[in-house]
């Protein structure tokens, strides 16, 4: 189950290319409706471009090699206001709720067998 994560990041990726032709054949219209819900949500978007800009500067600033030490010095204590890590509640109950879509998605799209 700790890959569903990247599985449904890849329908995400392949949506966003592909439309609605991304669908696999295996789950419900119903199930791809929902995804493609919450998806579109604007606070959705808004993090995936916050997130996007986060790891486009972490990767400037690990790849050149002349890059201004304070420069990413400032970067690093500014990233968490782009995309905020969160605490060990959060993340432990980020990971529950997971857990729990998972199983339901899993149940829907008949994996759970």
Known sequence: MARLKNIVGDWKEKWRVLGDDAKEAYLRNDVWKGLKDYWNLPKSVQRD??????????????????????????????????????????QADLERRADEHSSGLFDEINLNT
Do not use: C, G, Y
């Not at 790849?63 to 890590?85: D, M």
């Open 49 to 90: 471009k916050f997130a996007f800009m986060a790891n486009m500067f972490d990767l400037m600033i690990e790849t050149s090699p002349n890059i201004n030490p304070a420069l990413a010095s400032r970067w690093q204590s500014l990233r968490p206001s782009f995309v905020p890590e969160p605490t060990p509640a959060e």
